[in-house]
């Protein structure tokens, strides 16, 4: 049995909205991952310490909240001008390799 135009156009417009979903989907997972999770392939028994990016971070002028290991970066969240921002630091040279602002 033939379909209609009707029938087709329905068809194409679940089509679209599957598609659109299938995106939003990817990108929205992708926006809500914190970012910056490889910094080093270095031990962590040769990492410098978490405490020396946090003074890197308030060198910049960020009044620091917290740090964390995040993958093999270490993850400072800091406040500037009244903006939360996430640093990520490699723990290997303290190079500071991704700045997300929250």
């Avoid at 299938?22 to 978490?50: R, V, Y």
């Avoid at 290997?92 to 700045?99: F, G, V």
């Amino acid at each position: 049995m033939a379909r209609t135009t009707e029938e087709e156009s329905f068809v194409k417009v679940i089509r679209v909205v599957a598609i659109a979903l299938t995106i939003g989907i990817g990108m929205g997972s992708t926006a809500m991952a914190d970012g910056f999770k490889d910094c080093t392939k270095l031990d962590k028994a040769s990492w410098k310490p978490a405490s020396e990016a946090e003074a890197k971070a308030k060198a910049l002028g960020y009044e620091v909240r917290r740090s964390k290991i995040e993958g093999s970066c270490y993850e400072v969240y800091g406040v500037k001008e009244g903006k939360v921002y996430e640093l990520f630091y490699s723990p290997e040279d303290l190079s500071l390799k991704r700045t997300v602002a929250k």
